[in-house]
C-alpha cells in the first residue's frame, strides 16, 4: 500500500515542472505547470501577475541548446516544444510592437512596452544618430530620477547609468544638459511617453533583426516591424516593402525568399540566405505571423501557410492570435481603474499590488560590464568598421508629435536606401543567439555609437533559454566576438540544383505511389461492403472481382479474424 502511494506521488512530481520567466525589468517570476500544459496557461499566468489586459503585443520566447531563438506557441504544449529538461527558462518580451504608442490604453502597457524599447536601445537593436540617443537617454533619467536636484545630482551623475553598450563623455554631457533644462517637471509617465513617441519615429522601431546572406555573400540583416518588411545593410536600410505589398514568404533549408508586388507591373523577389535551417524557419514563422497581425483585418481571415507550393513538402503553419485591428477594438472597452505600477527609485513612489517588483535598476550600472568590455576592446581594436556615411535630417527633440503611419509611411518610400545611422547597423544581441554554422554568418565583431565600439556581451541580459551557467560558458568574451567565418556562401551550384530537382522528383513520385495504394485499400473496402450502388455492383459482377473474393479476400479475412480471437482469448486468460 506505501509503495503504491510513494509511486502515485513520484508519477504525480514527474507530470509537474518547474518553470522560470524573466521579465522585462529583470525580475524573474517562477511557477509549477503540468507537463501537458499549453503555452496559454502561462502566458494568462503571467498576464495575470502584472495586471495587464492589453497583452496581445506580447510573447514568451526562449532559446534552445543550440541557442537558437523561438517564440512560445500558446496552442501547443510547453514541454513540446522545449527542447531541454527542466526547470524550463524564457522570457516575456513585446512580440509586435503596437505602431502608435499613444494609442494604447493603459499605463501600464506603455510602461512594458517602455522597458522593451529602452532595452532594444541598450542592446543597438534601436540605432540612431548622437543627437537621438541623447534624448531618449534623458528621456529615461527623468523617469529614473525624476528632476534634477543639484544636491542629489553630484557632477556626471549621467555616467552611473548605461543606456548603450558604450558612450562618451561627451554625450554624457549633452544627456545631463537636457535633463537639467528641457525635461524639469516631466512625470515618469510624461517621459516614457516622449520617449515612445521618439523612438517610434525612428527607422529600426519595432526592428528583432535576423542576421543573413543576400546572395553576393553580403552580411545583412532582416526585420519586421509594424510597417512592413526591411532589410538593413551597413547603415543603410537597402529595402522596405510595406506589408501591403508583401504577398507571399517562403523558405527552403537556409534560403528565405520574400514575394511583393509594388506596383501592377512591379514584381520583386528577394532572395536571402541565414546561416542554420532552423534560424531561416524561425525567420519564416516570424514573418508570417507579423503579417497576419498587422495586415489582416480580422482573425477570421488568418489562414494555414505552406513553406512551399506543395501541400506535401516544407512546413504548414497558421497565426493563432488575434490581429491589430481587433486588439485596439478590444482595449478600447477595458473600464476599470488604471492599475498603480510600482517604479523603484522613483520620487513619488507608488505600491501596486499586482505588479511586486523588486528594486528596478533599469539602466544597468557601467560598472558591471566595464572589465568584460575592456578584455574584448583589445582583440577587436584592429576590427572596427571605419565607413562613414551622411547622416540623415534628424527631427528637433523640442518636437514631442507623433507622426501618423501613413506620414511615417510616405517618410520611407520617399528613399529606398535610407540611411538609419551615422554607423553600421550590427545588433550584437540579435547575432549572438543565432547558431552559425560552417559556412554560417560573419559575426559583426564591434558596433560604433558616437565614435566608441560597444560591447557584444549582451545576451546574457536580452534572452534566457539555457541554464545561466552555460550562458556564461558560451558568452565568454572575446572568443564569440572574434569568431569570424570569411568564407562566404556560393550561390547554389547545378550539381545542388540536380541533387534538390531529384528529390523532389522522388517524393513526388512515392507520394503518389502511396496515394494510389490509399485509393486501392479504400475501393476495395466499398467493394466488399454492403453498400447498394450500381456503380459497386458493376464491379462485383466482374470475373475478375469474383476471383480476387474468393481466392485472396476471403482467405485473408478468416486469417485476421483467427488471429484476432486468439490474441483475445490470451488477453482473457491473462
Avoid at 187 to 215: I, R, W
Avoid at 226 to 231: E, R, Y
Wanted: hydrophobic fraction near 35%.
Amino acid at each position: 500500500m506505501l509503495s503504491r502511494l510513494m509511486s502515485s506521488s513520484i508519477r504525480s512530481l514527474d507530470r509537474e515542472c518547474n518553470c522560470t520567466v524573466r521579465l522585462l525589468d529583470d525580475s524573474e517570476y517562477t511557477c509549477t505547470i503540468q507537463r501537458d500544459a499549453k503555452g496559454q496557461y502561462l502566458f494568462d499566468l503571467i498576464c495575470h501577475h502584472l495586471n495587464l489586459l492589453e497583452k496581445d503585443y506580447f510573447g514568451i520566447r526562449y532559446v534552445d541548446p543550440d541557442k537558437q531563438r523561438h517564440w512560445l506557441e500558446f496552442t501547443k504544449s510547453i514541454a513540446k516544444q522545449m527542447k531541454s529538461q527542466p526547470p524550463f527558462t524564457m522570457c516575456l518580451r513585446v512580440k509586435f510592437y503596437p505602431p502608435d504608442p499613444a494609442a494604447l490604453r493603459e499605463e501600464i502597457t506603455r510602461y512594458l512596452v517602455f522597458l522593451q524599447v529602452k532595452r532594444d536601445l541598450y542592446h543597438g537593436r534601436l540605432l540612431c544618430k548622437t543627437s537621438d540617443a541623447a534624448l531618449l537617454a534623458a528621456y529615461i533619467l527623468q523617469a529614473e530620477i525624476g528632476d534634477y536636484d543639484p544636491g542629489k545630482h553630484p557632477e556626471g551623475y549621467s555616467s552611473k547609468f548605461q543606456f548603450f553598450p558604450k558612450h562618451s563623455e561627451k554625450l554624457e554631457r549633452r544627456i545631463s544638459e537636457i535633463h537639467k533644462t528641457e525635461l524639469i517637471g516631466q512625470t515618469p509617465e510624461t517621459s516614457e511617453l516622449n520617449f515612445l513617441q521618439k523612438a517610434q519615429m525612428l527607422e529600426t522601431y519595432g526592428v528583432d533583426p535576423h542576421p543573413c546572406k543576400d546572395v553576393s555573400g553580403n552580411p545583412a540583416f532582416l526585420a519586421f516591424t509594424p510597417f512592413g518588411f526591411t532589410v538593413l545593410q551597413g547603415n543603410r536600410r537597402i529595402h522596405f516593402l510595406k506589408w501591403e505589398e508583401v504577398t507571399k514568404l517562403k523558405f527552403e533549408a537556409k534560403t528565405f525568399h520574400i514575394y511583393a508586388n509594388q506596383t501592377e507591373d512591379k514584381k520583386i523577389i528577394l532572395t536571402y540566405f541565414a546561416p542554420t535551417p532552423e534560424a531561416c524557419k524561425h525567420l519564416w514563422k516570424c514573418g508570417v505571423e507579423n503579417q497576419a497581425f498587422y495586415k489582416l483585418e480580422k482573425s477570421s481571415q488568418v489562414r494555414t501557410v505552406s513553406s512551399s507550393n506543395l501541400f506535401f513538402k516544407g512546413s504548414r503553419f497558421r497565426y493563432s492570435g488575434k490581429v491589430a485591428k481587433e486588439v485596439m477594438e478590444q482595449s478600447a472597452k477595458i473600464k476599470r481603474d488604471p492599475p498603480e505600477i510600482h517604479r523603484a527609485g522613483m520620487v513619488p513612489s507608488r505600491s501596486c499590488p499586482s505588479i511586486t517588483h523588486g528594486p528596478r535598476l533599469t539602466s544597468v550600472p557601467r560598472t558591471r560590464r566595464r572589465a568584460v568590455h575592456i578584455s574584448i576592446m583589445e582583440g577587436l581594436e584592429s576590427l572596427r568598421d571605419s565607413a562613414h556615411s551622411t547622416p540623415v535630417r534628424s527631427v528637433s527633440h523640442g518636437d514631442c508629435f507623433m507622426p501618423s503611419r501613413g506620414q511615417m509611411v510616405d517618410r520611407s518610400e520617399a528613399s529606398t536606401s535610407a540611411v538609419i545611422s551615422d554607423e553600421a547597423y550590427s545588433p550584437s544581441d540579435s547575432v549572438l543567439p543565432t547558431p552559425v554554422a560552417e559556412h554560417g554568418m560573419e559575426m559583426p565583431s564591434a558596433r560604433h555609437l558616437n565614435g566608441a565600439p560597444c560591447s557584444v556581451d549582451e545576451d546574457q541580459e536580452a534572452e534566457a533559454g539555457t541554464s545561466r551557467e552555460g550562458q556564461a560558458a558560451d558568452f565568454r568574451p572575446g572568443r564569440r566576438a572574434l569568431r569570424m567565418v570569411r568564407s562566404r556562401p556560393s550561390p547554389p551550384s547545378d550539381v545542388e540544383e540536380l541533387n534538390k530537382f531529384i528529390l523532389s522528383v522522388l517524393r513526388l513520385f512515392l507520394v503518389t505511389i502511396g496515394l494510389l495504394f490509399a485509393l486501392l485499400l479504400l475501393l476495395i473496402m466499398l467493394t466488399e461492403s454492403d453498400l447498394d450502388i450500381a456503380f459497386l455492383r458493376d464491379i462485383r459482377k466482374t470475373p475478375e472481382f469474383q476471383q480476387f473474393h474468393f481466392e485472396y479476400f476471403c482467405p485473408l479475412r478468416r486469417w485476421f479474424a483467427c488471429k484476432l480471437r486468439w490474441m483475445g482469448g490470451f488477453l482473457v486468460s491473462k
